[in-house]
């Protein structure tokens, strides 16, 4: 079974950064699992943020945060962010799928964490 656990969020000013972290227990960085993070703001839909294979070599990118946003897969699961603004506030969350290949779809992951708050003040 694979626990997913964020952290790193909080309350930002416009135009600032943050660094989310995703820990893992099982074996989620160490075996063949593609990994996301998506994020759903209050009245919204989840949506996808961005995504890397299982190797942490290849990436995907919603349009909204690219250029701004980058993740990263080595011993956890990293999504650093810049630029930051208020419509970025929103519950992110970490996802995990047990295939090789990432995906822009919510449908895909089998495993999720608790999510974790991000503020952006304007």
């Known amino acids: 079974q694979v626990q997913l656990v964020e952290s790193g969020g909080g309350l930002v000013q416009a135009g600032g950064s943050l660094r989310l972290s995703c820990a893992g227990s099982g074996r989620v960085f160490s075996s063949l699992y593609a990994m996301a993070w998506f994020r759903q703001a209050p009245g919204k839909e989840r949506e996808f943020v961005a995504a890397t294979d299982y190797a942490g070599g290849s990436f995907l990118y919603a349009d909204s945060v690219k250029g701004r946003f980058t993740i990263s897969k080595v011993n956890s699961l990293s999504l650093h962010m810049n630029s930051l603004q208020p419509e970025d506030t929103a519950v992110y969350y970490c996802?995990?799928?047990?295939?090789?290949?990432?995906?822009?779809?919510?449908?895909?992951?089998?495993?999720w964490g608790q999510g974790t708050q991000v503020t952006v003040a304007s």
């Open positions: 996802a995990a799928r047990s295939k090789m290949q990432s995906s822009m779809l919510l449908g895909d992951y089998d495993f």
